[in-house]
Protein backbone atom coordinates (compact mmCIF):
# COMPACT_ATOMS: atom_id res chain seq x y z
CA UNK A 1 0.00 0.00 0.00
CA UNK A 2 1.30 3.52 -0.60
CA UNK A 3 0.01 6.19 0.90
CA UNK A 4 0.25 9.67 -1.13
CA UNK A 5 0.45 12.56 1.30
CA UNK A 6 0.21 16.12 -1.13
CA UNK A 7 0.98 19.29 1.09
CA UNK A 8 0.69 22.51 -0.59
CA UNK A 9 1.06 26.26 1.63
CA UNK A 10 -0.75 29.01 -0.18
CA UNK A 11 0.60 32.74 0.21
CA UNK A 12 -1.49 36.08 1.42
CA UNK A 13 -1.61 36.65 -1.91
CA UNK A 14 -2.90 33.25 -3.30
CA UNK A 15 0.53 32.57 -4.04
CA UNK A 16 2.58 29.10 -4.01
CA UNK A 17 4.96 29.48 -1.31
CA UNK A 18 5.28 25.39 -0.53
CA UNK A 19 4.11 22.21 -2.79
CA UNK A 20 5.28 18.96 -2.09
CA UNK A 21 4.49 15.23 -1.43
CA UNK A 22 5.29 12.39 1.12
CA UNK A 23 5.03 8.79 0.55
CA UNK A 24 4.07 6.02 3.57
CA UNK A 25 2.93 2.61 3.58
CA UNK A 26 0.90 3.43 6.83
CA UNK A 27 -0.69 6.98 7.40
CA UNK A 28 -0.92 8.15 11.23
CA UNK A 29 -1.97 11.89 12.67
CA UNK A 30 1.72 12.00 13.71
CA UNK A 31 2.61 11.82 10.01
CA UNK A 32 0.36 14.45 9.10
CA UNK A 33 1.57 16.62 12.25
CA UNK A 34 5.27 16.12 10.69
CA UNK A 35 4.11 17.93 7.46
CA UNK A 36 2.52 20.87 8.85
CA UNK A 37 5.65 21.21 12.32
CA UNK A 38 7.68 21.52 9.04
CA UNK A 39 5.62 24.16 7.13
CA UNK A 40 5.69 25.99 10.97
CA UNK A 41 9.55 26.13 10.97
CA UNK A 42 9.74 28.08 7.66
CA UNK A 43 6.70 30.14 7.59
CA UNK A 44 5.97 31.54 10.74
CA UNK A 45 2.50 33.38 9.89
CA UNK A 46 0.12 30.38 8.81
CA UNK A 47 -3.88 31.19 9.54
CA UNK A 48 -5.40 27.72 8.73
CA UNK A 49 -4.68 23.89 8.54
CA UNK A 50 -6.92 22.49 5.89
CA UNK A 51 -6.75 18.81 5.67
CA UNK A 52 -8.48 16.74 2.57
CA UNK A 53 -8.67 12.85 3.08
CA UNK A 54 -11.03 10.14 1.81
CA UNK A 55 -13.73 8.93 3.83
CA UNK A 56 -17.08 10.52 5.80
CA UNK A 57 -15.94 13.98 7.66
CA UNK A 58 -18.42 13.78 11.13
CA UNK A 59 -17.86 15.94 13.63
CA UNK A 60 -13.93 16.07 13.36
CA UNK A 61 -13.80 12.03 13.75
CA UNK A 62 -12.26 10.70 9.61
CA UNK A 63 -14.48 7.58 8.66
CA UNK A 64 -12.58 5.60 6.11
CA UNK A 65 -14.86 2.58 5.81
CA UNK A 66 -11.36 0.36 6.57
CA UNK A 67 -9.76 1.92 3.59
CA UNK A 68 -6.27 0.31 3.91
CA UNK A 69 -3.27 1.82 5.24
CA UNK A 70 -5.49 5.18 6.39
CA UNK A 71 -6.36 6.61 9.51
CA UNK A 72 -9.44 5.70 10.81
CA UNK A 73 -11.67 6.61 13.72
CA UNK A 74 -9.94 9.52 15.03
CA UNK A 75 -10.50 12.15 16.01
CA UNK A 76 -8.26 14.20 14.23
CA UNK A 77 -9.73 17.65 14.49
CA UNK A 78 -9.82 17.25 18.50
CA UNK A 79 -6.01 15.98 17.79
CA UNK A 80 -4.65 19.09 15.77
CA UNK A 81 -6.70 21.26 18.16
CA UNK A 82 -4.63 20.26 21.24
CA UNK A 83 -1.03 21.16 19.21
CA UNK A 84 -1.72 24.41 17.05
CA UNK A 85 -3.82 27.42 17.37
CA UNK A 86 -4.65 27.75 13.61
CA UNK A 87 -8.69 27.07 12.47
CA UNK A 88 -8.44 23.65 11.67
CA UNK A 89 -11.01 22.57 8.75
CA UNK A 90 -11.47 18.79 7.80
CA UNK A 91 -13.05 17.87 4.48
CA UNK A 92 -13.90 15.34 2.12
CA UNK A 93 -11.39 14.62 -0.58
CA UNK A 94 -13.70 14.37 -3.40
CA UNK A 95 -16.16 17.44 -1.80
CA UNK A 96 -12.77 19.24 -1.79
CA UNK A 97 -12.31 18.63 -5.72
CA UNK A 98 -15.86 19.76 -6.79
CA UNK A 99 -15.33 22.86 -4.46
CA UNK A 100 -12.02 23.62 -6.94
CA UNK A 101 -13.24 22.44 -9.96
CA UNK A 102 -15.95 24.39 -9.65
CA UNK A 103 -13.84 27.34 -8.92
CA UNK A 104 -11.99 27.28 -12.00
CA UNK A 105 -14.53 27.59 -14.12
CA UNK A 106 -17.80 29.66 -14.66
CA UNK A 107 -20.19 28.55 -16.79
CA UNK A 108 -21.98 25.89 -14.86
CA UNK A 109 -23.52 26.07 -11.30
CA UNK A 110 -24.69 22.15 -10.85
CA UNK A 111 -21.69 20.15 -11.03
CA UNK A 112 -20.96 16.45 -9.78
CA UNK A 113 -17.28 14.89 -9.38
CA UNK A 114 -16.96 11.44 -9.62
CA UNK A 115 -13.87 9.92 -8.12
CA UNK A 116 -13.63 6.33 -8.88
CA UNK A 117 -10.28 4.57 -8.10
CA UNK A 118 -9.37 0.90 -8.67
CA UNK A 119 -9.83 -1.28 -6.12
CA UNK A 120 -11.85 0.62 -3.53
CA UNK A 121 -15.34 2.77 -3.23
CA UNK A 122 -15.97 5.31 -5.48
CA UNK A 123 -16.69 9.03 -3.75
CA UNK A 124 -19.08 11.83 -5.31
CA UNK A 125 -18.98 15.15 -4.54
CA UNK A 126 -22.17 17.77 -5.44
CA UNK A 127 -21.55 20.89 -6.67
CA UNK A 128 -25.82 22.38 -6.32
CA UNK A 129 -26.38 26.51 -6.97
CA UNK A 130 -22.82 26.81 -6.38
CA UNK A 131 -23.17 25.68 -2.89
CA UNK A 132 -21.04 22.37 -2.42
CA UNK A 133 -23.90 19.69 -0.98
CA UNK A 134 -22.96 17.92 2.51
CA UNK A 135 -25.62 17.20 4.26
CA UNK A 136 -26.75 15.07 7.73
CA UNK A 137 -23.02 13.36 8.83
CA UNK A 138 -21.43 14.40 5.64
CA UNK A 139 -23.09 11.41 3.71
CA UNK A 140 -24.20 13.43 0.75
CA UNK A 141 -22.21 11.61 -2.17
CA UNK A 142 -21.52 8.11 -0.10
CA UNK A 143 -22.53 6.07 -3.11
CA UNK A 144 -20.84 2.45 -0.83
CA UNK A 145 -23.94 2.85 0.95
CA UNK A 146 -26.03 2.91 -2.10
CA UNK A 147 -27.58 -0.83 -2.99
CA UNK A 148 -26.83 -0.59 -6.75
CA UNK A 149 -27.41 -3.55 -9.07
CA UNK A 150 -24.65 -5.04 -10.58
CA UNK A 151 -23.47 -8.37 -12.33
CA UNK A 152 -20.43 -8.62 -10.28
CA UNK A 153 -18.68 -6.44 -6.50
CA UNK A 154 -18.33 -3.00 -7.02
CA UNK A 155 -14.59 -3.86 -6.60
CA UNK A 156 -14.11 -6.65 -9.17
CA UNK A 157 -15.67 -4.75 -11.35
CA UNK A 158 -13.55 -1.18 -11.49
CA UNK A 159 -10.97 -3.36 -12.23
CA UNK A 160 -11.81 -3.89 -15.64
CA UNK A 161 -12.81 -1.50 -18.76
CA UNK A 162 -15.53 -2.79 -19.09
CA UNK A 163 -17.00 -3.57 -15.46
CA UNK A 164 -15.81 0.17 -14.96
CA UNK A 165 -18.65 0.84 -17.65
CA UNK A 166 -21.21 -1.05 -16.03
CA UNK A 167 -20.11 0.54 -12.70
CA UNK A 168 -19.92 4.32 -13.39
CA UNK A 169 -23.18 3.95 -15.07
CA UNK A 170 -24.80 3.03 -12.22
CA UNK A 171 -23.12 6.22 -10.47
CA UNK A 172 -23.64 8.99 -13.23
CA UNK A 173 -27.62 7.77 -13.42
CA UNK A 174 -27.97 8.03 -9.42
CA UNK A 175 -26.12 11.63 -9.92
CA UNK A 176 -28.84 12.48 -12.31
CA UNK A 177 -31.81 11.39 -11.09
CA UNK A 178 -30.71 12.83 -7.71
CA UNK A 179 -28.86 16.15 -7.94
CA UNK A 180 -29.50 16.56 -11.82
CA UNK A 181 -25.90 18.36 -12.62
CA UNK A 182 -25.27 20.23 -15.78
CA UNK A 183 -21.81 19.25 -15.98
CA UNK A 184 -20.22 15.38 -14.32
CA UNK A 185 -16.60 14.87 -14.35
CA UNK A 186 -15.11 11.74 -13.88
CA UNK A 187 -11.41 10.82 -12.46
CA UNK A 188 -10.98 7.09 -13.53
CA UNK A 189 -7.80 5.51 -15.31
CA UNK A 190 -10.26 3.17 -17.45
CA UNK A 191 -12.64 5.17 -18.59
CA UNK A 192 -13.92 5.27 -22.07
CA UNK A 193 -16.44 8.35 -22.15
CA UNK A 194 -17.86 7.11 -25.49
CA UNK A 195 -18.96 4.12 -24.24
CA UNK A 196 -20.06 5.17 -20.99
CA UNK A 197 -22.59 8.18 -23.07
CA UNK A 198 -23.50 4.94 -25.20
CA UNK A 199 -24.64 3.29 -22.12
CA UNK A 200 -26.73 5.69 -20.41
CA UNK A 201 -28.55 6.23 -23.68
CA UNK A 202 -29.82 2.87 -22.79
CA UNK A 203 -31.61 4.42 -19.69
CA UNK A 204 -32.32 8.07 -20.50
CA UNK A 205 -33.10 10.51 -23.50
CA UNK A 206 -29.99 12.12 -24.77
CA UNK A 207 -31.41 15.78 -23.87
CA UNK A 208 -32.15 14.22 -20.36
CA UNK A 209 -27.77 13.32 -20.30
CA UNK A 210 -25.55 15.69 -18.58
CA UNK A 211 -22.34 17.17 -20.19
CA UNK A 212 -19.69 14.35 -19.05
CA UNK A 213 -15.74 15.11 -18.65
CA UNK A 214 -12.46 12.83 -17.73
CA UNK A 215 -9.35 14.42 -15.27
CA UNK A 216 -6.65 12.64 -15.12
CA UNK A 217 -5.52 14.39 -11.68
CA UNK A 218 -7.51 15.77 -9.00
CA UNK A 219 -4.68 16.84 -6.88
CA UNK A 220 -4.64 20.67 -7.72
CA UNK A 221 -8.28 20.56 -8.18
CA UNK A 222 -8.22 19.47 -4.22
CA UNK A 223 -6.04 21.91 -2.68
CA UNK A 224 -7.63 24.43 -4.98
CA UNK A 225 -11.13 23.45 -3.02
CA UNK A 226 -9.23 23.20 0.88
CA UNK A 227 -8.04 26.52 0.34
CA UNK A 228 -11.32 28.18 -0.63
CA UNK A 229 -13.16 26.01 2.57
CA UNK A 230 -10.31 26.95 4.68
CA UNK A 231 -10.99 30.96 3.52
CA UNK A 232 -14.61 30.46 4.12
CA UNK A 233 -14.24 29.22 7.65
CA UNK A 234 -11.61 31.77 8.69
CA UNK A 235 -14.52 34.42 7.32
CA UNK A 236 -16.98 32.76 9.68
Known amino acids: VRIHIGYRLFGRDNEILEDGEIIKTY ?10 DTMM ?6 DAIAIATPGIINNGIVDTMKIEGMVDGTNIKEVLN ?7 ILCNDVNSVAVGYHACQNNYH ?6 QPVGTNAGIGNIVNDQLLVGKNSLSGEVQFMPLKLSKSRFELNKTA ?10 VL ?4 TVAPELIVICNGLLDLDKLENELLKYLPAEYCPKITKIDYLQDYSFIGSFILAIRECGN
Open 27 to 36: LTVDDICDVI
Open 41 to 46: LKHKHI
Open 82 to 88: KHYRQKI
Open 110 to 115: NISVIF
Open 162 to 171: EGTIELLTQE
Open 174 to 177: LCIV
